[in-house]
């Protein structure tokens, strides 16, 4: 059924049907998924094995839905509680807690579990996440990952390259913009291969999210080679933004005393005649103050 067909009869009543109930099923199915991709998918997979949290598939048959609505309003509040199996899955993810989601209410956890039920049962769910390789890095990846940066190859998708609004340790020059954060060590942050890419994948944080919106990144040709050069520059241990900065500084002082040694080439012949007065005049000064 299209949302055309569906929307016709009830047209001008749908401001209205949309205060009463969340909207018509198909709308709110389609509404589930969008929150889900924008809200979840950075950290949880349907039947693509765990993230920074447990893998959601058949998490219904795990706990009732009661007790997994009011954990989704208020994690931290289940684990302070002492609730039992919220201490175990936070024990398994490593004793990251979930946030609290902008927009959950007790309609939406309801429609998302619908939502994870659903997709759950199917061969493979839309949300099965990243499916990345896992061979091991090489010093090529990490080339094409810099190349990929600084938008020497460009994005598949036609996304804007990285450099535009990051710097990352290596990048050279001035580095990259300064609108999002220096790179070199959001390997860490953001837990290495697996949730980075995921991350990567599906960006939750806004500037991020809206740039790559419709111009995801290549999994295996994009992803990989950009998670190998964060993984080199995390080891490395240094932050660009020292390099930038003293390079922006070393080059200003440069410039600067070059000036001065103009100035004083120029200007050196025309001083001498008011300077060397002045000198003896403020030296008596001095020496008959004393
Ligand atoms: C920043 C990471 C993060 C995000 C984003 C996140 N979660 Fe979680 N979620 C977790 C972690 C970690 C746990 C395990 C419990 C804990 O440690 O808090 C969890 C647990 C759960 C559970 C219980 C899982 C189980 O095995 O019983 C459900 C259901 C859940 N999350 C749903 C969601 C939904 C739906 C969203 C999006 C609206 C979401 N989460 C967003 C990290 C996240
Ligand atoms: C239009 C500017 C822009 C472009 C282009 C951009 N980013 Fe970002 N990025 C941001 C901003 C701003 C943030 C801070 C969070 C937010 O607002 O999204 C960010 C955050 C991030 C983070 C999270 C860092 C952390 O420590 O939490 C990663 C990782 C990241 N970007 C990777 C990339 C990669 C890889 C590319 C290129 C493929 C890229 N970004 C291109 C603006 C940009």
New binding site residues.
Partial sequence: MTIKRLLHPIGPALPILMIIAAGPPAIQAQDAAD??RS??????TIGGGR??????KN?TQ??DRAW?IQ??QS??A??DRGDA??LQ???????????V?SG?SPA??ET??TL?DAESKLEKSQFAGLQISDRPFTEQDVQQGMAIFMGHRKLANGGPPCVECHTVAGAGGFGGGRLGPDLSKAYERLQGRKSMGAWLYSP?TPTMNLTFKNTALKANEEILPLLALFESTAQKGVEDDRAGTSAFFATGFLAAVACLGLFAVIWKARFRAVRDPLVETSARKVLGGR
């Fill in positions: 929150f889900f809200n979840c998918t950075s950290c949880h993230l920074t949290g447990p893998d959601l998490v795990r706990k997994l954990f989704m994690p931290q289940m684990i199996y919220a899955i936070k024990q398994e993810s490593r004793d990251v807690i979930m946030p989601i959950m939406r956890a998302l579990l994870i939750a």
